[in-house]
């Protein structure tokens, strides 16, 4: 948990109630001093003023983004200001409270928040994982997968890459293995999540330009 606000008093109220519930907390005088001691294997959620003396939490907001820091972000204000609450829930905050804030809506939004991270967390994960058994894959393997994804029989997949139909089967059931996939649907699902990587793409390219 990492508070970000410029009020000390603030920061230490907070700080204590997290602390009654269990949770630990870091905070911070201003987004600045947050950067300097984040860390991209930081986990959690972003309790974030949306004003301080030089700079503009909203804007932070967007920075993080730019950044790829995603931890879900709770902003807070001590002044009701519509315009400044649409803009922050628009750029993803999970909530946007107003100072005194009630404790059971801040923690609610904090569950909330937890919850977004783990998802994120298990996510790249997931995908640390397929990128790593997709790097154990052969040239061949690699085509043979971008050819099958495409719907291509292992009959055209041979005539594609100019090999025999059984020398295919090969490479496409160590492929299946290396990749931990069972179904061809597997490897459809497989196949665009790399796509979104910008992963598969370029094996694709490769393949067609082989295949000529």
Known sequence: MYIIDDDEGAREGLANLLASEGMASASYASPQEFLRAWSPT?????????????????????????????????LVTGFADIESSVRGLKAGAIDFLLKPYD??????????????DASRVRRERDQANL????????????????????????????????????????????????????TLADLVR?????????????????????SR
């Open 42 to 74: 930081d986990s959690g959620c972003v309790i974030l003023d949306i004003r301080f003396p030089d700079e503009s939490g909203l804007d932070f907001q967007l920075q993080m983004n730019e950044r790829g820091i995603a931890l879900p972000v709770i």
């Open 103 to 116: 404790d059971g809506h801040l923690l609610s939004a904090i569950a909330d928040a937890f919850e977004q």
């Open 131 to 182: 990128v790593d058994r997709f790097a154990t894959l052969t040239l061949r393997e690699q085509q043979v997968f971008s050819l099958v994804v495409r719907g291509l029989m292992n009959k055209q997949v041979a005539a594609a890459m100019n090999l025999s139909e059984i020398t295919v089967k090969v490479h496409r059931g160590s492929m299946m293995r290396k990749m931990d996939l069972r």
């Open 190 to 210: 497989a196949s665009e999540r790399l796509i979104e990587m910008r992963l598969l793409a370029d094996v694709s390219l490769n393949s067609t330009r082989r």
